[in-house]
């Protein structure tokens, strides 16, 4: 009975011996399979570009009003420099500089002294009144603007044009002693005298011809 106890004991303790480093590269084996993985991620995490935080988008700057012009004059977005053949129509089309001549030939006075009315002879002054603090900036004498290099068109005969956001319509007729051209060539400006608003052309002292303000 003893040789085979100690038989016995010899078998199992091959058997473990067998076992144990079958364990051991089995775990080794699976060490060395999550290495890999563990270098991609952390390869994956350094490839990877960081994400930050985008700034808070800044408001658009508020566009500001042009004001280059003649005299400083802000022209309802018509720049001095820029030819309109008269003036263009609120519609958007370009008058041809035949059509605004002849519209303002249609204007002339035969007689001024006895076609031109005042504001007084009239009744008075009916129309839009400009605020104080706007018609400091862009009107009276130290603001100069010439007829044909803004939006206009022609009502019952007279001119009409837009200025600094405004309509200036003739009331009055324009002096016969005055050139086809001088709404082409002359600096004018706009006035408020005694009883109403008056277009002045500073090459004729003295002469205002009737206007009406409107939008």
């Known amino acids: 009975m003893k040789p085979v106890r100690f038989i016995s004991t010899g078998v199992l303790l091959l058997l473990l011996g067998a076992v144990a480093p079958t364990y051991a590269r089995q775990e ?30 800044r408001p658009a700057q508020t566009a500001q009003r042009p004001q280059q012009a003649f005299g400083g004059v802000y022209h309802g ?22 059509q605004v001549r002849s519209g303002f030939v249609q204007s002339r006075a035969r007689s001024w002294s006895t076609e031109h009315r005042t504001w ?55 002096p016969e002693t005055w050139p086809a051209t001088w709404y082409e060539t002359d600096d ?8 109403g608003y008056y277009l002045y052309d500073p090459m004729y002292p003295g002469v205002g011809i009737a206007v009406t303000i409107s939008f």
């Open 120 to 174: 007084s002879q009239r009744g008075g002054y009916n129309g839009y009144r400009i605020p104080d603090d706007r018609f400091k900036l862009y009107f009276g004498r130290e603001h100069f603007f010439r007829i044909s290099r803004l939006p206009m068109l022609f009502v019952g005969g007279y001119p009409r044009f837009q200025y600094d956001g405004y309509w200036i319509t003739f009331v009055d007729p324009w």
């Open 28 to 57: 080794q084996h699976e060490r060395e399979q999550g290495k890999p993985e563990q270098g991609q991620q952390r390869q994956q995490e350094k490839a990877a570009p960081q994400q930050h935080q985008q700034p808070a988008s």
């Open 77 to 98: 977005g018509v720049r001095p420099t820029e030819p309109t053949h008269g003036g263009v129509h609120p519609s958007g089309v370009p008058q041809h500089q035949g």
């Open 188 to 195: 004018c400006y706009l006035d408020y005298t005694d009883d």
